[in-house]
């Protein structure tokens, strides 16, 4: 199974950036794609961006379009999340997840990681 870990969550102030990171500890080949996702309190979970292992083909959710970037980089295993124009609604425990295609399904998650955004 492939373990996966987040960092790079904090506390921004609105406008700030944050760039987060998801180590992988092996690459299958089940795992073509990576995605992140967030989880605010009392809401449902919301995806945010994937990203294809191979031929790098991006995806984003609504809510972010034009303000977060995910890359990845092959020789490290580790996906990116850049997270630029922060907003308070922005906040959430961010995951990342190893997915089948840029649309699941998702197999493995990481812990998590925690994005505050103050106003």
């Known amino acids: 199974q492939v373990q996966l870990v987040e960092s790079g969550g904090g506390l921004v102030q609105a406008g700030g950036s944050l760039k987060l990171s998801c180590s992988t500890s092996r690459r299958t080949f089940t795992g073509r794609a990576m995605g992140w996702f967030r989880q605010a309190p009392g809401e449902e979970r919301e995806f945010v961006a994937a990203v294809f292992w191979n031929i790098g083909t991006t995806r984003y959710g609504d809510s972010v379009k034009g303000r977060f970037t995910i890359s990845r980089d092959n020789a490290k295993n580790t996906v990116y999340l850049q997270m630029n124009s922060l907003k308070p609604e922005d906040t959430a425990v961010y995951y990342c997840?190893?997915?089948?295609?840029?649309?699941?399904?998702?197999?493995?998650w990481g812990q998590g990681t925690q994005v505050t955004v103050s106003s």
């Open positions: 997840a190893s997915g089948t295609t840029d649309r699941g399904p998702w197999g493995s």
